[in-house]
Antibody, heavy 125, light 108 residues
Framework: DVQLLESGGGLVQPGGSLRLSCAASGFTFSDYAMAWVRQAPGKGLEWVSVISSSSGATHYGDTVKGRLTISRDNTRNKVDLQMNGLRAEDTAVYYC??????????????????WGKGATVIVSS | EVVMTQSPATLSVSPGERATLSCRASQSVSISLAWYQQKPGQAPRLLIYDVSTRATGIPARFSGSGSGTEFTLTISSLQSEDVAVYYCQQYNNWPPVTFGGGTKVEIK
């Protein structure tokens, strides 16, 4: 079974840091670009960040640029999101997602074909 | 950034009836348009990609159409298990890929 499992969520004070991790299984992880998408309470989906299959390229949404860092370890089949300088507006469920491939390649501008169950991050004093 | 606008915000449909959801892009996204279903308390699930291709395991009652800036998701005969929020997403002009605000489908 193809699976993504997030961990590392929790309660953190404003200005604090948290590291989310996503463990992948059931597919050749190094063949796929990966993304993080978040959902604030009662709100819609917001694309946060994406990383290429080889870690050679990363992109971030404007609201998180400079504070969040995406990385991956293809030897351990995991992708991480380091979150620094957290704000109340970062409170959300963070989903790890796999980006689809096309014609044997893994471009970054794609739809997400597999999603994890999500990790909850609450930023509050 | 391409803005995706979904309508209506909420759609009430009787069981067995057709549900039609709309998604509009602020500029052309060609056929790079996906739809996701999110049931209460669950992660999003891919329904349709490239405007009209159903993802693996998605029932045939779900269909997508459109091109350019206007897109439609149709549920031909609404079932109780289809109660969810549906999101469209464009992946033609990025970064960032962008999502619509969602349409909540409920049973009348």
């Amino acid at each position: 079974d193809v699976q993504l499992l997030e961990s590392g969520g929790g309660l953190v004070q404003p200005g604090g840091s948290l590291r989310l991790s996503c463990a992948a299984s059931g597919f050749t992880f190094s063949d796929y670009a990966m993304a993080w998408v978040r959902q604030a309470p009662g709100k819609g989906l917001e694309w946060v960040s994406v990383i290429s299959s080889s870690s050679g390229a990363t992109h971030y949404g404007d609201t998180v640029k400079g504070r969040l860092t995406i990385s991956r370890d293809n030897t351990r089949n995991k992708v991480d999101l380091q979150m620094n300088g957290l704000r109340a507006e970062d409170t959300a469920v963070y989903y790890c997602a796999r980006l689809s491939r096309v014609y044997g390649i893994a471009p970054l501008g794609r739809y997400m074909d597999v999603w994890g169950k999500g990790a909850t991050v609450i930023v509050s004093s | 950034e391409v803005v995706m606008t979904q309508s209506p915000a909420t759609l009430s449909v009787s069981p067995g009836e057709r549900a039609t959801l709309s998604c509009r892009a602020s500029q052309s996204v060609s056929i790079s348009l996906a739809w996701y279903q999110q049931k209460p308390g669950q992660a999003p699930r891919l329904l349709i990609y490239d405007v009209s291709t159903r993802a693996t395991g998605i029932p045939a009652r779900f269909s997508g159409s459109g091109s350019g800036t206007e897109f439609t998701l149709t549920i031909s005969s609404l079932q109780s298990e289809d109660v969810a929020v549906y999101y469209c997403q464009q992946y033609n002009n990025w970064p960032p890929v962008t999502f619509g605000g969602g349409t909540k489908v409920e049973i009348k």
